[in-house]
């Protein structure tokens, strides 16, 4: 087996000749038989911070209906600064052009042709949009004019999932399904619908274990899953380019699967975030007490709540290949936890900011993203990160947040 090491030093810009001094971190690349392992060391987050600024918001608290959003859920931009959004509460597609005005609504909710009854994924290139149509169990597909073009069935409805949809490079699509021994995509011909090939996953291991209790009380039986909080679980995403980024969180490594059979592994050399202990009290009393209203006997059966946060809680992968994580982060004031607080509890979510580590498609560390707290992440196009936001009286809207490296 062949390894060759070599170690490069990324600086940032320079500054002025009385500035400090740039900031800088080390990457070290080396090979294992097929796996190229690409390792970023000595960041200081502070000093890998990008520059993000909003580019444009759409939406308004009394406008047009237009305006008024009520559940984003989607959003695909196009090519020309456009952007395709679904709103899940109105049932509804809109296309929006660069400076956000609307432009059309596209079909309308129905089983007829060009109409749609939900979404499980959405997607657009040059041509085309795609709407995964979930109630009617089929796949929309319509020009940049809004015409319908044709639809064609999925062979199974697998829920509602992120990353349903996604256009390779060449214009055809990838449609998420299980695929008997395991998930993976059907790359179709948009044209037609036929299906050309499939992706299977790779395997990861066992998926977060659950927490089950079910109603004990005659002629109930009401079923209650919560997730362990902050157990690592397998996360796939796939890229325009046909490859397949993995991660489960327990140690800070992504892996990319290239067609080619090649593999890139992206490390980060980061501590873990530990779980105080009273959190983990709290939230393990928060559980057993929801779970206990429906069967009084019930116990914790599998794992326990782990002692640190996994090293990352999700993976994005821009239109251009590069690979964004959220990280972990330590809650600057973490309040109690109500023994009736909702189920499931989402441990982390916890409304930090979205804090993301940008990753060029090679591997090579591009900085660190900061976004606002109540930022929701739905699509990123290279530097463009589409969200929904929450303004302080509750309105929702659709803002774009450019990214840059910073300035010195």
């Known amino acids: 087996m062949r390894n060759t090491v070599l170690l490069v030093v990324l600086a940032g810009m320079a500054g002025c000749a009385d500035a400090s001094p740039a900031p800088q971190w080390t990457t070290s690349t080396r090979t294992s038989g097929d796996t190229t392992i690409v390792r970023t060391s000595r960041v200081r987050d502070s000093d890998a911070a990008m520059d993000v600024r909003e580019g444009l918001r759409i939406g308004a608290a009394d406008n047009a209906e237009e305006y008024l959003f009520g559940e984003v859920t ?6 020309d600064g456009s952007v395709y959004v679904w709103d899940e509460q109105a049932n509804v597609l809109r296309l929006y052009d660069s400076g956000g005005r609307h432009v059309r609504t596209i079909g309308r909710p129905g089983r007829g042709p060009g109409e749609y009854g939900g979404s499980n994924g959405l997607a657009a290139m040059r041509e085309y949009v795609a709407l995964w149509d979930a109630d009617n169990g089929r796949v929309n597909v319509y020009d940049t004019s809004g015409i319908f073009i044709n639809s064609w069935p999925v062979p199974r409805n697998v829920g ?15 449609v ?3 695929l008997g021994d395991g998930d993976g995509y059907l790359r179709v ?21 659950q927490l089950r209790a079910i109603g004990t009380a005659p002629g109930i039986r009401t079923m209650r899953q919560v997730p362990v909080p902050f157990f690592p679980g397998p ?26 059979g090649t593999l890139l592994r992206i490390e980060r050399d980061v501590e873990p975030v530990p779980v105080a202990e009273g959190e983990r009290r709290a ?45 972990s982060l330590p809650p600057e004031e973490r309040v109690g936890i109500a023994s009736n607080a909702a189920l499931p509890l989402r441990a982390h979510d916890q409304n930090l900011p979205p804090t993301y580590d940008v990753f060029d498609a ?14 929701k992440v ?13 303004d302080d009286l509750g309105v929702p809207y659709v803002v774009r947040f450019d990214v840059r490296p910073r300035e010195p």
Do not use: C
């Open 74 to 79: 989607r959003i695909a931009p196009g090519p």
């Open 283 to 327: 939230l393990e009393d928060a559980i057993t007490s929801q779970m206990r209203k429906l069967d009084p006997a019930w116990r914790w059966d599998v794992a326990r709540i782990p002692q640190s946060r996994p090293f990352f809680i999700d993976l994005v992968v821009a239109s251009d290949g590069a690979v964004w994580v959220r990280r």
């Open 160 to 174: 509602y999932i992120d990353g349903g949809l996604v256009f390779d490079t060449t214009g055809n699509l990838y």
């Open 378 to 390: 739905l699509a990123i196009r290279n530097s463009e990160v589409w969200t929904t936001l929450t």
């Open 176 to 178: 998420r399904q299980p």
């Open 189 to 209: 011909r948009v044209e037609d619908g036929a299906v050309l090939d499939t992706l299977r996953f790779p395997q990861l291991g066992p998926p977060t274990p």
């Open 362 to 375: 090679n591997g090579t560390f591009r900085g660190r993203v900061v976004l606002p707290a109540s930022a």
């Open 235 to 260: 996360m796939i995403r796939l890229s325009p380019a046909g490859d397949v980024v993995s991660g489960t969180g327990k140690a800070y490594a992504v892996t990319r699967f290239h067609p080619d």
